[in-house]
Nanobody, 128 residues
């Protein structure tokens, strides 16, 4: 079983940057595809960014494309989300998610049901 712990959230002014980290423990991290989702108050949880098992493929929600970058370091068992040019509408709890990928390693998964384990989330608040 894999456990995920997110960190790096906080309060930032609009236009600022934050870097979220998601540290994994348990079985080998390099076997898993990873993603970030977020949930704003009163809204459903939504997809933000995803990265393939081998790190070679990424995908982003249109709302964050060009501002956010997902990356991973398999030696540190950590996935990151670099968030630049933050907007008040980026305010949400950000969740890290993962799933075992036994395929060729380049597939990106964007749907929540495709992920089998989740972190507890980290709050990001962007003030105007």
């Amino acid at each position: 079983q894999v456990q995920l712990v997110e960190s790096g959230g906080g309060l930032v002014q609009a236009g600022g940057s934050l870097r979220l980290s998601c540290a994994a423990s348990g079985r080998t991290f390099g076997t898993d595809a990873m993603a970030w989702f977020r949930q704003a108050p009163g809204n459903e949880r939504e997809f933000v960014a995803a990265i393939s098992r081998n790190g070679g493929s990424t995908r982003y929600a249109d709302s964050v494309k060009g501002r956010f970058t997902i990356s991973r370091d398999n030696t540190k068992k950590t996935v990151y989300l670099q968030m630049n040019s933050l907007k008040p509408e980026d305010t949400a709890v950000y969740f890290c998610a993962g799933r075992l990928d036994t395929g060729l390693g380049y597939v990106v998964y964007v749907a929540q049901p495709e992920y089998s384990y989740w972190g507890q989330g980290t709050q990001v608040t962007v003030s105007s």
